[in-house]
Each structure stands twice: as C-alpha cells, then as structure tokens.
C-alpha cells in the first residue's frame, strides 16, 4: 500500500474513533496520518493542512485548545499559500 493511503486511511479510521468518542485511539491513527503525510507529500500540502485540522477537532473535543489552536493555524497557512500559488 503506498504511503499517501495509509495516510488517508488512518485519518479516515481517526475520524471515525473520533465520533465515536474513543479519544485515545483516535488520537494515535490522527497523529500517524499526519506524520506520514508531512513526511511523503511536504510540510505544505492540502492533505497535510486536512490532516491538521482532523487533529486539531479531536484536541478541541479533549479540552485542549491551545493546541487545537496553534493546529488550526498551520492548517490555515497552509490553504493560504495554496491559494496564493492557484492565483499566480
């Protein structure tokens, strides 16, 4: 299985944890997807930025806001400079 599937796969399999309040779990597929992402597709991909944001909801679900916080903000300059490379 190539690398950007697992990603996919563990991020879908952390979204659905995630729902079902299986935090702990959740968190570990969430964390996997994400490395695994920065590592093959580069720190700026959109995958990444999604990867991101899945992460940040389930810290936000768990109280933890300030690391939900700075999540959502990587994620949020990622799209920016995506969007920023569309309009050239």
């Known amino acids: 299985?190539?690398?950007?599937?697992a990603a996919r796969?563990?991020?879908r399999a952390g979204t659905y944890l995630?729902?079902?309040?299986?935090?702990?779990q959740a968190?570990?597929?969430l964390q996997q997807a994400l490395a695994?992402?920065?590592?093959?597709?580069g720190s700026d991909h959109?995958?990444?930025a999604s990867s991101l944001e899945d992460y940040?909801?389930?810290?936000?679900?768990t109280n933890r806001e300030t690391e939900a916080t700075k999540l959502e903000?990587?994620?949020r300059a990622i799209r920016t400079r995506q969007a920023q490379e569309t309009a050239l």
């Not at 695994?36 to 597709?41: C, N």
């Open 36 to 41: 695994i992402r920065e590592q093959t597709l």
């Open 9 to 11: 796969l563990l991020d």
């Open 18 to 24: 995630r729902g079902r309040t299986q935090y702990a």
């Open 27 to 29: 968190e570990l597929l």
């Open 73 to 75: 903000t990587q994620a």
């Open 1 to 5: 299985m190539a690398f950007p599937e």
């Open 46 to 48: 959109p995958d990444v």
């Open 56 to 61: 940040a909801d389930l810290l936000r679900k």
